[in-house]
C-alpha cells in the first residue's frame, strides 16, 4: 500500500476568551505538504500577524529530498492570509550526513528585534544553526547563513525576553554526529542570550540532559528531549518541551513545562557553548 502525506496549516480565533472558535481558516496553499513548529506565529509590532511554514519543495513529484521555508502574513488579524514568493533553502549538509534530504531548512523560529525587523533561526542538516533576516515585517528574507551554534537537526525556539532587547534561544546543542541521519541525538535542551538581535550569543546553559540510550547506532533516536516553546509572565519563563525514553522494548512520550524566572538564563555567564573541534 502507500502512504499520502499532506498537510493544511490552519488559523482560528475566538472572542470569548478561548470558550468557542471560528471555523478554519487556511494559511497555506490548499495542497501539498505545508506545517510548522508549534508556537511559531509571531504578533509583530505594527499588528501584523507572522507564521512561517515549511513545505516539502518536490511533494508533487512524490519526493522528500527538499525540506524549505515561505512565510505567510495577514494585516487582518488572520482573516486573509498572503504566502511569500521566496522559498528558503539550506542546500548545505553535513560531511557524512546520511538521509535523503538533499536542502533542509525547516521548524525556523522567529522574532521581532527592537528597531522592527525579524530574525530568523532554524533546523537544517548541515550540522549547525542557520539564520536570516527581513525589513519588510516578514514579506522578504535574505539568503540563510550559518551560524555558530552547533546543533543536531532538530528546531530552536526564540522569543524576545520582556522588557529588554534580549533574545532567548533554546535548542538541541549537544550530540552533532554527522553518520547519524538527523545528525545525533537529542539529548541536551541548551539556551544562549543575545543582546544584540541575533549578531553574537552569550550566556550558555544547559537546561535539561538525558542519557543516551546505547544500543546500536539504529538507535540514536530513542532518547530525546526537544522541541521547546518558550513563555514569558511576570518574571517567569515557562518551558515546554517533548521527551522521549525508550524503556523495555517500548517508547514512552511526555510533554513537560517547566517554570524558571527569566534570572536564571543569565545566571551562568562564563560558559561557552559546545563546539566539534
Given at each position: 500500500?502507500?502512504?499520502?502525506?499532506?498537510?493544511?496549516?490552519?488559523?482560528?480565533?475566538?472572542?470569548?476568551?478561548?470558550?468557542?472558535?471560528?471555523?478554519?481558516?487556511?494559511?497555506?496553499?490548499?495542497?501539498?505538504?505545508?506545517?510548522?513548529?508549534?508556537?511559531?506565529?509571531?504578533?509583530?509590532?505594527?499588528?501584523?500577524l507572522i507564521q512561517?511554514?515549511?513545505?516539502?519543495?518536490?511533494?508533487?513529484?512524490?519526493?522528500?529530498?527538499?525540506?524549505?521555508?515561505?512565510?505567510?502574513?495577514?494585516?487582518?488579524?488572520?482573516?486573509?492570509?498572503?504566502?511569500?514568493?521566496?522559498?528558503?533553502?539550506?542546500?548545505?549538509l553535513a560531511t557524512?550526513?546520511?538521509?535523503?534530504?538533499?536542502?533542509?531548512?525547516?521548524?525556523?523560529?522567529?522574532?521581532?528585534?527592537?528597531?522592527?525587523?525579524?530574525?530568523?533561526?532554524?533546523?537544517?542538516?548541515?550540522?549547525?544553526?542557520?539564520?536570516?533576516?527581513?525589513?519588510?515585517?516578514?514579506?522578504?528574507?535574505?539568503?540563510?547563513?550559518?551560524?555558530?551554534?552547533?546543533?543536531?537537526?532538530?528546531?530552536?525556539?526564540?522569543?524576545?525576553?520582556?522588557?529588554?532587547?534580549?533574545?532567548?534561544?533554546?535548542?538541541?546543542?549537544?550530540?552533532?554526529?554527522?553518520?547519524?541521519?538527523?545528525?545525533?541525538?537529542?539529548?541536551?535542551?541548551?539556551?544562549?542570550?543575545?543582546?544584540?538581535?541575533?549578531?553574537?550569543?552569550?550566556?550558555?546553559?544547559?537546561?535539561?540532559?538525558?542519557?543516551?540510550?546505547?544500543?546500536?547506532?539504529?538507535?540514536?533516536?530513542?532518547?530525546?528531549?526537544?522541541?521547546?516553546?518558550?513563555?514569558?509572565?511576570?518574571?517567569?519563563?515557562?518551558?515546554?518541551?517533548?521527551?522521549?525514553?525508550?524503556?523495555?522494548?517500548?517508547?514512552?512520550?511526555?510533554?513537560?513545562?517547566?517554570?524558571?524566572?527569566?534570572?536564571?538564563?543569565?545566571?551562568?555567564?562564563?560558559?561557552?557553548?559546545?563546539?566539534?573541534?
Amino acid at each position: 500500500f502507500s502512504i499520502i502525506m499532506y498537510a493544511d496549516k490552519i488559523f482560528r480565533y475566538s472572542k470569548d476568551e478561548g470558550k468557542t472558535w471560528s471555523k478554519e481558516i487556511l494559511i497555506s496553499p490548499p495542497t501539498g505538504y505545508w506545517t510548522s513548529g508549534h508556537d511559531r506565529l509571531l504578533v509583530h509590532s505594527t499588528g501584523r500577524l507572522i507564521q512561517p511554514l515549511h513545505t516539502q519543495a518536490n511533494f508533487d513529484k512524490g519526493i522528500h529530498d527538499v525540506v524549505a521555508t515561505k512565510v505567510a502574513w495577514s494585516d487582518d488579524h488572520g482573516r486573509t492570509w498572503y504566502l511569500s514568493d521566496q522559498l528558503l533553502e539550506v542546500r548545505k549538509l553535513a560531511t557524512g550526513y546520511r538521509n535523503i534530504r538533499i536542502s533542509n531548512y525547516h521548524e525556523v523560529a522567529i522574532v521581532e528585534r527592537t528597531d522592527g525587523s525579524i530574525y530568523m533561526i532554524g533546523r537544517t542538516s548541515a550540522g549547525r544553526l542557520y539564520e536570516s533576516e527581513s525589513f519588510d515585517r516578514g514579506e522578504t528574507w535574505t539568503t540563510p547563513n550559518p551560524t555558530e551554534l552547533y546543533s543536531s537537526e532538530a528546531p530552536p525556539n526564540i522569543e524576545r525576553i520582556p522588557g529588554t532587547d534580549d533574545i532567548l534561544l533554546m535548542w538541541n546543542s549537544q550530540s552533532v554526529y554527522n553518520t547519524h541521519s538527523h545528525l545525533g541525538q537529542r539529548l541536551t535542551l541548551a539556551s544562549m542570550i543575545s543582546s544584540d538581535g541575533g549578531k553574537t550569543w552569550e550566556h550558555y546553559r544547559e537546561f535539561i540532559t538525558i542519557p543516551a540510550y546505547e544500543i546500536g547506532a539504529e538507535t540514536f533516536n530513542r532518547n530525546g528531549v526537544t522541541y521547546p516553546s518558550i513563555f514569558f509572565d511576570e518574571g517567569w519563563a515557562h518551558i515546554g518541551y517533548w521527551a522521549r525514553a525508550w524503556i523495555d522494548g517500548r517508547s514512552y512520550d511526555q510533554q513537560y513545562m517547566a517554570a524558571v524566572p527569566i534570572s536564571y538564563f543569565y545566571s551562568l555567564k562564563e560558559h561557552d557553548p559546545p563546539s566539534v573541534d
